[in-house]
């Protein structure tokens, strides 16, 4: 007998490999577009694009059939239901390039910062507000 809660492991193992995707599209564009917009910019640019991205591929894959509504109303609604993650992501992300020398210079670190302060609080709004 299988244990209730493996379908759920199995979506939160599923949301982060999503995250993992997400993760490669941040790292590209911040280090893409740094040099153009700065570190702060790039960040903004690079979570409106990994947001983007990570939504396409929860609803095609996590989440599959779960959630209502059109597309574009949907994405809306997932950026909306995450910007606290986004606040606790870019902020951790900002505050490691400002006072971390070694951030400043590599941002993948303070990348890896943000998600991990903001991946479990993404996890439950898209599950219970934006896929349910």
């Known amino acids: 007998m299988l244990h209730p809660r ?17 993760f490669l599209v941040d790292t590209a564009t911040v280090y893409g577009t740094r040099g153009l917009l700065g570190l702060y910019g790039a960040g903004v640019v690079a979570y409106l694009t990994a947001a ?9 894959w996590t989440f599959r059939g779960r959630g209502s509504g059109p597309a574009h109303r949907q994405w809306a609604i997932f950026l ?10 870019r902020g951790t992300y900002a505050l490691l390039v400002t006072f971390s ?16 302060v903001g991946m479990f609080l993404n996890f439950h709004l898209s599950r219970s507000v934006v896929f349910r």
């Open 6 to 22: 493996l379908p759920l492991l199995a979506e939160f193992l599923r949301f982060g490999t999503v995250g993992f995707v997400g």
């Open 52 to 60: 983007s991205t990570t939504w396409l591929f929860n609803r095609i």
């Open 80 to 89: 909306a239901a995450n910007l606290l993650g986004f606040v606790l992501n």
């Open 101 to 116: 020398p070694l951030c400043a210079d590599q941002p993948v670190l303070a990348i890896i910062g943000g998600v991990a």
